[in-house]
């Protein structure tokens, strides 16, 4: 089982950069392939980007392809997102997710999630 916080989010000017960061509880944290989601009020949470558990590997939306990035430290039991030349439609609530064995983008594949952080992008 892991334990996930996220931290990081806050308000933004359009342009602007944030880092995300998400903790992990527990010792076995490399095992897990993680994702970020969003949801922005009266819509559904959408993928954002996944890395797998070596961090090897790793997939970003369209929507955020060369504005947002996706890295972890297994040393530090945390996954980052990057986030560059932030939009006002990047508003949301921003989760973190945790599987073992699967690094896709559909919510349903993911067992653990964090309380989610507040990112907002003014105009």
């Known amino acids: 089982q892991v334990h996930l916080v996220e931290s990081g989010g806050g308000l933004v000017q359009a342009g602007g950069s944030l880092r995300l960061s998400c903790a992990a509880s527990?010792?076995?944290?490399?095992?897990?392939?993680m994702g970020w989601f969003r949801q922005a009020p009266g819509k559904e949470r959408e993928f954002v980007a996944t890395?797998?558990?070596?961090?090897?590997?790793?997939y970003n939306a369209d929507s955020v392809k060369g504005r947002f990035t996706i890295s972890r430290d297994n040393a530090k039991n945390t996954v980052y997102l990057q986030m560059n030349s932030l939009k006002p439609e990047d508003t949301g609530v921003y989760y973190c997710?945790?599987?073992?064995?699967?690094?896709?983008?559909?919510?349903?594949?993911?067992?653990?999630w964090g309380q989610g952080t507040q990112v907002t992008v003014s105009s």
């Open positions: 997710a945790a599987a073992i064995g699967y690094s896709g983008t559909s919510i349903n594949g993911y067992e653990y």
């Open positions: 527990g010792r076995t944290f490399n095992r897990y392939d």
């Open positions: 890395i797998i558990w070596s961090g090897g590997v790793s």
